[in-house]
């Protein structure tokens, strides 16, 4: 159910340059609101022109999508070919802001420094910004949101209808889904409403107003108060309250109870039944077990292997091996790299044994490891022819074996030295 009232008055001002007005079609509702510039002559024709004209595209096009965005320009076209009319090129000026309500959504669209503003269940939760001088200089952080009521450069807008536009002037603000079961309510006003009443104000009427006019009365009180004897100007407003289908917000709130309770009970059901944690508590223990009893058996086998290894070696050792394994016997470095034994002189008849004729040695004929050689390459020697030799070839021979025994021996009584 939609709940709305229009008021507008001239204030302390000699006419009314306001204009409101408002048309409800199959369930779809258009708020309009304007505000004529006094200062560009014939502000009143402005803002009845655009305000009666958007209601026109409104009845036209309310089915067709973009409707709100069509009802600006062409009430746009329609203020401009007044001023051509009238020979006005530079006067009939306007502000204008609408809300649209349609298929359960909410949404403003406005030129210049009228508001709309928008409140949840009683609390004010934010406005559409103006297009004035003061409001940038509150955006750059210049001056706080309440300084721009009263601020010397107040009256200076931005945009406006009724001025040449390049590209479509107006700004759309954020929707409203009004089917989540709270109390919406919605203001327009001019800023001869806006500038006598704050919004902290503003929702202290409406938490006391229970309908449209109601709040509007609360609110026409402060303005009143606040504004008369200082030279007030034209003020209008529109107050709008969505109130929610009983039938709906019942059954939305019947769902979430139903829903609150069911998580209760389960909740209830989850906590007084331990079984299934004692369950996985227990399946937890037994896996853990048996990862512990895996790892010990597969310990204890490694040392088992280990054990056995150790055992064999220990017998290798016993053996006489002393390793588990047989090896084979290679001689050693000294039979390997000993040359043969030659054949001494007792197997080969030296000459001087020949000549002494008992075959006993004669010790000046026993040979030094150097005669030893020879010797061997003599023995070598028997399979050639032998040749006899003459006694006096002999004797060199016997000579030059003292003189090596004798060098030898002096080799051996020489002092040992570092």
């Excluded at 931005?158 to 919605?186: C, H, T």
Aim: aromatic share 6%; charged share 30%.
């Amino acid at each position: 159910m939609v709940d709305y009232y229009l008021l507008t008055n001239q204030g302390e001002r000699d006419y009314n340059e306001d204009y409101v007005d408002m048309k409800e079609i199959d369930g779809k509702y258009c708020f309009l609101l304007a505000d004529g510039l006094g200062g560009h002559g014939h502000g009143e024709l402005a803002s009845e022109c655009v305000v009666s004209n958007g209601l026109k595209v409104f009845e036209q096009f309310h089915n067709e999508p973009e409707w709100q965005r069509n009802l600006f320009t062409i009430s746009q076209d329609k203020l401009l070919a007044l001023q051509e009319e009238r020979n006005e090129p530079r006067g009939m000026k306007t502000t204008m802001v609408l809300l649209s309500i349609e298929d359960g959504v909410a949404e403003y669209m406005h030129v210049g420094d009228s508001r709309g503003y928008v409140f949840s269940n009683g609390e004010y939760l934010f406005r559409t910004r103006d297009h004035s001088v003061p409001q940038m200089l509150a955006k750059s952080g210049e001056i706080t949101e309440d300084e721009i009521r009263h601020h010397p450069d107040r009256n200076r807008l931005i945009r406006v209808m009724g001025s040449e536009w390049d590209k479509p002037m107006q700004e759309k603000s954020q929707e409203v889904s009004l089917d989540d079961g709270n109390k919406y309510a919605f203001l327009l006003c001019t800023d001869g409403w806006w500038d006598w009443i704050t919004e902290p104000e503003m929702a202290d009427c409406l938490k006391k107003a229970k309908s449209a006019k109601e709040w509007m009365d609360l609110m026409l009180e402060i303005v009143l108060e606040n504004g008369t004897g200082n030279g007030m100007d034209n003020y209008s407003a529109i107050t709008v309250i969505i109130k929610p289908d009983k039938a709906k917000a019942k059954s939305t709130t019947s769902a979430s109870s139903s829903s609150g309770s069911s998580k209760k009970t389960n909740k209830s059901k989850k906590s007084g039944n331990p079984v299934p944690i004692i369950i996985a508590i227990i399946c937890a223990l037994i896996v853990i077990g048996g990862a512990v009893f895996l790892i010990t058996f597969l310990a204890k086998k490694k040392a088992a292997q280990e054990d056995s290894s150790m055992s064999e070696m220990i017998s290798g050792q016993e053996n006489g091996s002393g390793l588990p394994f047989d090896v084979k016997e290679f001689p050693s470095d000294e039979n390997t790299n000993a040359p043969e034994p030659a054949e001494t002189s007792e197997n080969v008849e030296s000459p001087a044994a020949a000549e002494n004729g008992d075959g006993s040695e004669d010790p000046e004929d026993i040979a030094s490891p150097q005669s030893t050689s020879e010797t061997e390459g003599t023995s070598e020697d028997k399979e050639e022819p032998s040749v006899e030799k003459t006694s006096e070839e002999q004797e060199p021979k016997a000579e030059e074996k003292s003189e090596e025994k004798t060098e030898k021996d002096d080799s051996e009584n020489a002092p040992a030295t570092r």
